[in-house]
T-cell receptor, first 116, second 114 residues
Framework: GAVVSQHPSRVICKSGTSVKIECRSL??????MFWYRQFPKQSLMLMAT?????????EQGVEKDKFLINHASLTLSTLTVTSAHPEDSSFYIC????????????FGQGTRLTVV | AQSVTQLDSHVSVSEGTPVLLRCNYS??????LFWYVQHPNKGLQLLLK??????LVKGINGFEAEFKKSETSFHLTKPSAHMSDAAEYFC????????????FGQGTELSVKP
């Protein structure tokens, strides 16, 4: 149990377009989901925390108008990279918790975004 | 605030020899600690977790870690490395002061030589 699925696993888009990444909890309800960004050879950087039915909480330095996060249901959160630029190219990973008080989170397989 | 420090950015071992990946934590209370593994271009897989039960935690694939409060350490070990263990390893603490946010170490790249 506790499977988190991310889609797509890879995406290439043109500069100036928007890209949506989905994160689904397949066999549990996730009240809290997290979005991370990872640069090559670096650790994961938390971008934002989303709780179902409320606005996401963004980390300092993350542009909320550029990285739109929606958590409309207990099994789905989406990250939309708006007006993408080459510097947005990165590996994006989501994770999900059943309850915000849980210590353990379950991770998706990641999405490799390349903006050309 | 809680934090973790992984003491080695890169560790190289020979196949069949022991693995030691070091992690120190900083916490004002009893922490929840995790080790995750990440293979190239993949998500994270949980190896093991410590949540204030037994101090010696056994995980998957023969890995284990020992929580040592006196040393504020949570080192990851495996008796005998396998080629498939080559990956990036992250030591992680759950920060209850920040709503259970996971705080990641910098990562340790493990290489396994034949």
């Amino acid at each position: 149990g506790a499977v988190v699925s991310q889609h797509p696993s890879r995406v290439i888009c043109k500069s100036g377009t928007s890209v949506k990444i989905e994160c689904r909890s397949l066999d549990f309800q996730a009240t809290t989901m997290f979005w991370y960004r990872q640069f090559p050879k670096q650790s994961l950087m938390l971008m934002a925390t989303s709780n179902e039915g409320s606005k996401a909480t963004y980390e300092q330095g993350v542009e909320k108008d550029k990285f739109l996060i929606n958590h409309a249901s207990l099994t789905l959160s989406t990250l939309t990279v708006t007006s993408a630029h080459p510097e947005d190219s990165s590996f994006y990973i989501c994770s999900a918790k059943r309850d915000r008080r849980d210590t353990e989170a379950f991770f998706g397989q990641g999405t490799r975004l390349t903006v050309v | 605030a809680q934090s973790v420090t992984q003491l080695d950015s890169h560790v190289s071992v020979s196949e069949g020899t022991p693995v030691l990946l070091r992690c120190n934590y900083s916490s004002s209370y009893s922490p929840s600690l995790f080790w995750y593994v990440q293979h190239p271009n993949k998500g994270l897989q949980l190896l093991l977790k410590y949540t204030s039960a037994a101090t010696l935690v056994k995980g998957i694939n023969g890995f284990e870690a020992e929580f040592k409060k006196s040393e504020t350490s949570f080192h990851l070990t495996k008796p005998s490395a396998h080629m498939s263990d080559a990956a990036e390893y992250f030591c992680v603490v759950s920060d209850l002061d920040q709503g259970g946010k996971l705080i990641f170490g910098q990562g340790t790249e493990l290489s396994v030589k034949p």
